[in-house]
């Protein structure tokens, strides 16, 4: 085999890795073989090789019957690297605290990938009543404010590329037609802030809110209450505390 095909081999066997550490990440619990095969595709014998490396490696763990396939430690292991090394996170930590403090509220701290928000960062309510998210979850970014807040930094002609016409609902109200998605974008900008209204989750609404220290924004913060405690002069504490976060945020990480 020459150099070249070596090096090629090695890269495609790399995109495989990759690519079934995702599909476990986004599928959590255990699944057969066949479920793994029929999902990315690979022939089924250097899927097995493929799956039994990696469980001896950490990657991926295997049930007692040694037939079913999920998520290994080592993914956990790098998350938390990555968090914990993370500037923004490490700065962002005060103002989510103050945040929290001051709305009483879930508050969160996600980064656009693609065309999904990664959680980086959470505070939980002290209400019985209240929202949970982990750090790690991954959410389509047209159904969270914490997504439209960053979808709005954008151009129109770049959100229609990255998004399909149409979008994925996840209860009766997400919005599923990208050109009304994007009228509502017009709107974020407009007002500075976002509002997933029960998009995601029904019973709960979104307040969410970009921090452009880089353009297009990459990262937003974000606060969560169920719609039975939210009144209007609790919804306008919450935009007040959030534009005051961002300004403070902004302030904390101009210099990374």
Do not use: N
């Given at each position: 085999m020459s150099g070249t095909e070596a090096g090629g081999s090695q890269v495609k066997s790399a995109v495989r890795t990759v690519e079934l550490l995702e599909f476990f990440a986004g599928r959590p619990g255990m699944h057969a073989l066949a479920t793994?095969?029929?999902?990315?595709?690979y022939p089924k014998s250097s899927l097995y090789m493929l799956l039994r490396t990696?469980?001896?490696?950490?990657?991926?763990?295997?049930?007692?019957?040694?037939?079913?396939?999920?998520?290994?430690?080592?993914?956990?292991?790098?998350?938390?690297?990555?968090?914990?090394?993370?500037?923004?996170?490490?700065?962002?930590?005060?103002?989510?605290?103050r945040l929290s403090d001051d709305t009483a509220e879930t508050i969160h701290l996600a980064r656009l990938d693609g065309t999904n928000v990664v959680y980086l960062a959470t505070r939980q309510s002290q209400h019985y009543l209240r929202p949970f998210?982990?750090?790690?979850?991954?959410?389509?970014?047209?159904?969270?404010?914490?997504?439209k807040a960053l979808l709005a930094t954008y151009?129109?002609?770049?959100?229609?590329?990255?998004?399909?016409?149409?979008?994925?609902?996840?209860?009766?109200?997400?919005?599923t037609d990208r050109e009304k998605l994007i009228e509502e974008l017009h709107l974020v900008r407009e007002q500075g802030y976002a509002v997933d209204r029960e998009e995601n989750t029904l019973g709960l609404r979104c307040f969410g809110i970009a921090v452009p220290y880089?353009?297009?924004?990459?990262?937003?913060?974000?606060?969560?209450?169920?719609?039975?405690?939210?009144?209007?002069?609790?919804?306008?504490?919450?935009?007040?505390?959030?534009?005051?976060?961002?300004d403070r945020l902004m302030h904390a990480t101009r210099r990374l």
């Open positions: 793994v095969q029929e999902a990315v595709g990696l469980v001896d490696l950490g990657w991926v763990e295997t049930d007692a019957t040694g037939t079913r396939y999920g998520i290994g430690v080592r993914a956990l292991l790098v998350g938390t690297s990555y968090i914990d090394g993370d500037e923004v996170v490490a700065a962002a930590r005060p103002t989510l605290d998210t982990r750090v790690g979850r991954r959410l389509p970014a047209h159904s969270t404010s914490l997504g151009p129109d002609e770049q959100v229609r590329e990255m998004l399909p016409e149409s979008l994925a609902q996840l209860t009766e109200h997400t919005l880089r353009t297009p924004a990459r990262d937003a913060i974000s606060c969560s209450v169920p719609v039975a405690r939210l009144t209007p002069a609790h919804e306008q504490m919450i935009k007040d505390a959030l534009f005051d976060a961002k």
